[in-house]
């Protein structure tokens, strides 16, 4: 079983930054593409970023400028830096993994972390 443990969410003000962590842990597995996903209130789940294993990223129109995903492929883990925050990134972000486990492919969520940004 691989589960993601997401980290480094909090409390920030309108303009600062936060860094977002996902480790995935478990036993013989192989990281494909990962990405953070958030869901603000009353709203539906939306897309963030992405980065595939090769290193190549994506990004929602709404966060392009500001915000960098990244990943370390030897710690399974991948990062997002978040600048010039906004109220409207206050959401519970999500990390994502596609995940393979032997001929397995399988999709894995985090559990969530909040990200508030207040004004």
């Known amino acids: 079983q691989v589960q993601l443990v997401e980290s480094g969410g909090g409390f920030v003000q309108v303009g600062g930054s936060l860094r977002l962590s996902c480790a995935a842990s478990g036993r013989d597995f192989e990281i494909n593409a990962m990405g953070w996903y958030r869901q603000g209130p009353g709203k539906q789940r939306e897309l963030v970023a992405t980065?595939?294993?090769?290193?190549?990223?994506d990004y929602a129109d709404s966060v392009k400028g500001r915000v960098t995903i990244s990943r370390d492929n030897a710690k399974n883990t991948v990062y997002l830096q978040m600048n010039s925050l906004k109220p409207e990134d206050t959401a519970v972000y999500y990390c994502?993994?596609?995940?393979?486990?032997?001929?397995?492919?399988?999709?894995?969520w985090g559990q969530g972390t909040q990200v508030t940004v207040s004004s």
């Open positions: 994502n993994a596609h995940v393979r486990v032997g001929a397995v492919a399988v999709n894995r």
């Open positions: 980065i595939t294993s090769g290193g190549t990223t």
